[in-house]
């Protein structure tokens, strides 16, 4: 069974500019969430998807978006760069039934913004 | 204030070594997870402890839920270079109506050969 795929692994913008960021889950997981990760700030939820629907979201500002498509697919969104957006984006799909939390990850988009 | 506290932050012994570390809270958890992650990639699960006083094994290493399901803990057998990572412990917290995974910092740790 194919693992969480993110695309791409690998991403340098500049300030100002927007990013968008692909994620596919395992096949039959209906949640996906997105994590951004910095030396020393450790995991920070952005949000979580379920069946199309923002089913959770974080404390970051709006330039953060998300989406999901109707194959559970994901995508996330930042607009107006800044440099303090560095890091590693994370992805993670699970089954998403109640009390069904285990959480697969993909490796992630190191994104770095200059 | 984090909810899940763990400790040590950092780590870093000989091979061969034996270390444990810690996932505290002063919440309930209806379970707890354990993940490793090394660098520039996901994390990776490792298990799901679920009963007050439950102990799993894999391999070297031993997991254990506390009885009041507010902490866990990570002991590491014997450590080797691979075991070096950053490990994380993760648990569901109810937020509204719906559920979410809480983290903690994570204890990073170095296994020198």
């Known amino acids: 069974k194919a693992g969480v795929t993110q695309t791409p692994r690998y991403l340098i913008k500049t300030r100002g500019q927007q990013v968008t960021l692909s994620c596919s889950p395992i096949s039959g997981h209906r949640s996906v969430s997105w994590y951004q990760q910095t030396p020393g700030q450790g995991l920070q939820f952005l949000f979580e998807y379920f069946s199309e629907t923002q089913r959770n979201k974080g404390n970051f500002p709006g330039r953060f978006s998300g989406r999901q498509f109707s194959n559970s697919r994901s995508e996330m969104n930042v607009s107006t760069l800044e440099l303090g957006d560095s890091a590693l984006y994370l992805c993670?799909?699970?089954?998403?039934?109640?009390?069904?939390?285990?959480?697969?990850f993909g490796q992630g988009t190191r994104l770095t913004v200059v | 204030t984090q909810l899940l506290e763990q400790s040590p932050q950092f780590l870093s012994i000989q091979e061969g070594e034996n270390l444990t570390v810690y996932c505290n809270s002063s919440s309930v958890f209806s379970s707890l997870q354990w993940y490793r992650q090394e660098p520039g990639e996901g994390p990776v699960l490792l298990v799901t402890v679920v009963t007050g006083g439950e102990v799993k094994k894999l391999k070297r290493l031993t997991f254990q839920f506390g009885d009041a399901r507010k902490d866990s803990s990570l002991h590491i057998t014997a450590a080797q270079p691979g075991d070096t990572g950053l490990y994380l412990c993760?648990?569901?917290?109810?937020?509204?109506?719906?559920?979410?995974?809480?983290w903690g910092l994570g204890t990073s740790l170095a296994v020198n050969p």
């Open positions: 993760a648990g569901p917290f109810n937020a509204g109506n719906n559920r979410k995974l809480i």
């Open positions: 993670a799909s699970s089954r998403g039934g109640v009390g069904n939390t285990e959480a697969f």
